[in-house]
């Protein structure tokens, strides 16, 4: 099957599970508030791989910021928009995407890229680039070491999910070949392995 196919059926069949294992209503805390700190008022946030809408684009939709969500999963989009009805929810394989030029101050992509095939991972963060105005700011997880593969019995639920890390230093390669600057990152643990969150961000 397709991987993209996997990681739609996956996130159809299990949206309300995934928020429940993994703290839909407070996760994320630490680094959203670190983004609304960093975010004019009123400004245009397009969050990739939006999921359900919890915590992120409803958080930054009550600061007042104009957010976009993106997701390949209609069970996701569909719940996104009853839970934040205040931001605009897209379903679209994120590969697809297309905006036009300096269209958003912030990018974010939480635990998402991570579902794309590698190439297809390093070609969206070069359209981030694009769709980012001087002085925004790219937040992303990636893959810390590097390995592609299928869970056949994610969330123990007997669904299937499909994901692909590239290594630190070539997602930190990807991003800085994007034209972006990387200010940070950070080793984020999850059980024996992890994950690496980058905070990037256009020059002015």
Known sequence: MDPKEIVRRGYDALSERYDEAYGGESKYRAWIDRLLDQLDAHSRVLDVGCG???PLARELARAGHA???VD???VQIRRARELVPEAEFVQAD???LDFPAESFDAVVSFYAL?????????ELLRKVAGWLRPGGWFVCTTGEQAWTGVDG?????GVSMWWSHADADTNRGWITGSGLVVEEQ?????GAGGHMLFWARRPF
């Not at 991570?114 to 390093?122: A, G, R, S, V």
């Not at 019995?153 to 639920?157: K, T």
Request: charged residues 25%.
């Open 114 to 122: 991570i579902h794309l095939p590698q190439d297809e991972q390093e």
């Open 72 to 74: 390949i999963s209609e």
């Open 153 to 157: 019995d994610w969330l123990d639920s």
């Open 67 to 69: 957010v976009t969500g």
């Open 52 to 54: 359900s809408g919890l």
């Open 94 to 96: 994120a590969a697809s």
């Open 186 to 190: 950070e080793f984020v643990p999850e």
